[in-house]
RNA sequence: GACCCCUUCGUCUAGUCAGGUCUAGGACUCCAGAUUUUCAUUCUGGCAACAGGGGUUCAAAUCCCCUAGGGGUCACCA
């Protein structure tokens, strides 16, 4: 299916890959893959003071995380620079745009100026018409567009709707710096007329850009590409979504112990929706997924629900996949006390295991007693549990345990129920003291399931520990 | 400050475009109860919102205007 929809993600690289850029790379995957287009990869490296390679590579592998990908090989923007420099000077010689050879103190006198004048455009447009001829010798110039002076500019927004804007609004803005560098707005119209970019969805603190850009478009005589403002993800208390908020890059949430499932779903509701759903999958959200439904309103990111997601999704996940991302937390916590069945036992008590976590790293915690070597520690509260009276029953059970041919929970049960009808006390007052000496905590999945994940032996010789 | 955008339970949202079916639905959180060997799960029930004010209309969460609050942009950053 060719669709002509070409989507694409813009990152910079001066950070981690954040959640609203991956929200905005999720929403431009999700289109592209709706639509049967393509979905895009470009890294805004212009600003080479901030940018690194480390962080090309933190997103990189966020995306990935997430199952995000993307169609061609991504662009580097830097590499792009002799494009860039050879369209400029075509708006040069077409008196489309100029040299401007104000010095920073000028600039500063017009900002201090607009400011007192309450406008918010500053540049006045001194060597708009002025011959170079007559410039400062030493001087580096910019190179500014020749904006329209009158009239105004639409952006007819998939999101926003016709946002219009005066063009009086708006001064000449650089397209290159002193240093012979493209700016952003530059690059990123040339970019994306370049690559064909049919879509450009990404955050609403790009709108009022749009205007510029499509100046740009126009000087150039594109056609400019549909553009879709989604509203930003903000933090609890409301304001801009920051480090403060404990809003950290991906890598963060997947070192927390999240699943990239979870994220995606919850991503995924911030701003769009399809009637009442809540669980969505990835495939499920390519089918549903159109920019009609994103609203326009600014959402507050709510981490409970994003942890309530987790633990769906970690309920819902394969054994063995959850194995292997619990394999090296274990393998750490536990150092040299691994016991060699470890990994078969996790797999085998998974299903009691994964409906008792949150996360990952708890999943782990809570696995740590089936993978731990003999004899294992016990915590206070179950020490508290192996009372005198605890003991006794372990050690009458022991004997009853013993007896049992067929080792499975069905069989177990039935013993330890029995057990437990003969003595007239409640199974509770059996179960804890055993939960105790085999697990060494009081909370743990079913006492019936973990004997026979344990085995014969193991759980007769964990009870022997603690009696002896 | 100027320009632009937003406003339904504490949070994410359905409903708004095509006004009546909305005494506003779902989810998360919280509270209560049930199930249970612990914990968790699950189940049942509950608290909780149309920012405020004017209009238009037989009828407004839905259309219009104003006010308030919040956000975004205004770099030789992207």
């Not at 590579?57 to 830097?78: H, K, T, V």
């Not at 450009?200 to 009022?208: K, S, Y």
């Not at 208390?237 to 779903?265: F, Q, V």
Request: aromatic share 8%; charged share 25%.
């Amino acid at each position: 299916m060719e669709s002509g929809v070409i989507t694409r993600f813009a990152p910079s690289p001066t950070g981690y890959l954040h959640i609203g850029g991956a929200r905005t790379a999720l929403f431009n995957f999700l289109y592209a893959r709706h639509t049967g287009g393509k979905f895009l990869l470009r890294i805004e490296d212009t600003d080479l003071k901030r940018s690194t390679k480390e962080a090309v590579d933190a997103i990189l592998e966020g995306l990935e995380w997430l199952g995000l990908y993307w169609d061609e090989e991504p662009i580097s923007q830097i590499s792009r620079r002799q494009r860039h420099v050879a369209l400029v000077k075509k708006l040069i010689e077409e008196s489309k745009a100029y040299y401007c050879y104000c010095s920073p103190e000028e600039l500063a006198e017009m900002r201090d100026l607009a400011k007192a004048e309450g406008k918010s455009k500053f540049y006045d447009g001194r060597w708009r018409d002025r011959d170079p001829a007559n410039s400062p010798s030493g001087v580096k110039p910019v190179i500014r567009l020749k904006s329209p002076l009158d009239g105004e500019t639409t952006v007819s927004d998939l999101i926003q709707g016709d946002v219009s804007v005066s063009n009086d609004e708006m001064d000449d803005m650089i397209l290159f710096r002193a240093d012979g560098s493209p700016t952003y707005m530059l690059a990123v119209v040339v970019d994306d007329h370049d690559m064909n970019i049919s879509h450009v969805i990404r955050g609403d603190d790009h709108l009022t850009n749009t205007f510029r850009q499509l100046q740009i478009y126009k000087a150039f005589g594109w056609d400019h590409p549909t553009f879709a403002h989604m509203p930003l993800l903000h933090g609890l208390d409301g304001t801009k979504l920051s480090k403060r908020h404990g809003a950290l890059g991906l890598a963060e949430y997947r070192k927390m112990g999240l699943l990239p499932e979870a994220m995606n779903n919850y991503l995924l509701r911030q701003a769009w929706a399809h009637g009442d759903d809540e669980i969505i999958s990835l495939e499920q959200a390519i089918e549903w997924f159109d920019i009609k439904d994103v609203g326009r309103s600014p959402s507050n990111f709510d981490f409970s629900k994003l942890i309530s997601l987790n633990s769906h999704y970690l309920r819902e996940a394969d054994d063995g996949h959850l194995v292997t991302l619990i394999k090296p937390i274990l393998i750490e916590n536990l150092h040299g006390k691994l016991d060699n069945r470890a990994f078969d036992r996790i797999k085998s008590g998974m299903s009691g295991l994964k409906e008792r976590a949150k996360n990952i790293d708890e999943l782990a915690k809570n696995a740590e007693f089936y993978a731990c070597r003999r004899p294992i520690t016990l915590s206070d509260k179950a020490l508290k549990a192996l009372d005198a009276s605890g003991k006794s029953h372990l050690n009458n059970l022991q004997i009853e345990l013993g007896s049992i041919e067929n080792w499975s929970g069905l069989s177990l049960n039935d013993a330890i129920v029995k057990y437990a009808k003969k003595k007239d006390i409640k199974l509770g007052v059996i179960a804890q003291p055993l939960r105790a000496a085999l697990t060494g905590n009081t909370v743990s999945p079913g006492i019936f399931e973990i004997l026979a994940v344990l085995g014969k032996e193991q759980s007769l010789a964990r009870i022997n520990d603690v009696l002896t």
